[in-house]
């Protein structure tokens, strides 16, 4: 008699889940073991900035063709890895741009995939959840700092309720705003770091700050950031916590190099170091108005806040 699989190594669904960013496409496949479990199987990143949407408040045609070959790739993908359900969500660039109804209605057309364009509120949640994964012992008390491409969030969150606070402060619609050339200018940088100033003071109050627990970090940004100061002695392992008195150091010493010295000093890929010195103003912004002196950076996001809701489906009733 053949032996019966255990129940950890059954395959109950295979899930994936696509973010559609300012600043790239991500997307994400798990198998769901029969404990509920999920083991990462595949993952991809297609780099895709959507500076038009900030730029010129529409999504152009060249981004919608190339947007629509990326997701023909992850629908392919799917089929590969025999992922049966695909959640897909864009963010920010699509809420600021005029036309994205159209965009996701043509790539739906083309590739079968629907996107959904969340609210910031609805990022938010999704973030929270994600990072629930990781640190479920925060679930009463959770502030996550989330600083994308496009906004930043600033959630405070319990198992009853989230409270959002989003501002308009992306690392690439900043880059758009401030940044005319490789190297930062001066008066450009002190412009950058007095709006981000200004933007934080006017659209946050000081409600989210002595939480607790520690606040949490998302974002590709926050943790290039995490990365980095290991570079100047300010993290000496993955768990410790990007802390303010280093992440002033790191900003002082990056926002006047131009982008390819912050390549070969750091080893991080152009994309990222073309927007890493915005990124940096705006957590710094964060910590300074919060009072918040350490914050753990978390690879968790959007995606895999849309698995732990799937895996909520998944589960048997209590």
Not at 17 to 40: C, F, M, Y
Not at 71 to 90: P, Q, S, Y
Not at 147 to 154: C, L, M, N
Not at 266 to 294: Q, S
Request: hydrophobic letters at 45%.
């Amino acid at each position: 008699m053949a032996s019966s699989t255990p129940q950890s190594e059954q395959i109950k669904a295979v899930f994936a889940a696509a973010d559609l960013g300012s600043n790239a496409t991500k997307v994400l496949i798990w198998q769901i073991g029969g404990d509920n479990h999920p083991r990462e199987i595949s993952q991809r990143r297609f780099p895709m900035r959507l500076s038009d949407a900030f730029r010129t408040g529409k999504i152009e045609p060249p981004t919608v063709a190339a947007l629509t070959e990326v997701f023909a790739e992850i629908a392919d993908l799917c089929r590969k890895h025999g992922a049966a359900t695909l959640k897909a969500v864009a963010t920010d660039a699509f809420r600021q741009a005029s036309n994205s109804r159209q965009v996701t209605d043509a790539i739906a057309l083309e590739t079968g995939i629907e996107i959904e364009v969340v609210s910031a509120q609805r990022e938010a949640e999704l973030v929270a959840k994600g990072v629930l994964l990781d640190h479920p012992v925060f679930a009463d008390d959770l502030l996550v700092l989330d600083v994308g491409g496009g906004s930043a969030q600033i959630s405070v969150f319990d198992r009853r309720d989230i409270t959002v606070t989003s501002v308009p402060l992306g690392a690439v619609r900043l880059r758009e705003m401030f940044v005319r050339c490789d190297q930062i200018a001066p008066l450009d940088y002190q412009a950058m770091c007095s709006h981000v100033d200004r933007v934080v003071a006017e659209g946050l109050s000081q409600a989210h700050a002595s939480r607790t627990s520690p606040a949490i970090g998302c974002g590709g940004g926050v943790r290039f950031i995490h990365a980095m100061c290991a570079v100047h002695g300010g993290v000496t392992g993955q768990n410790e916590p990007v802390r303010l008195n280093r992440l002033e150091h790191l900003c002082e010493a990056i926002w006047h190099m131009p982008v390819d010295s912050i390549v070969r000093l750091y080893g991080i890929d152009r994309e990222r170091a073309e927007i890493i010195v915005p990124g940096a103003v705006v957590l710094l912004a964060l910590m300074k108005h919060l009072r918040i002196g350490a914050v753990i950076a978390s690879r968790r996001g959007v995606r895999d806040g849309l698995l732990s809701e799937f895996l909520d489906e998944l589960a048997p009733p209590a």
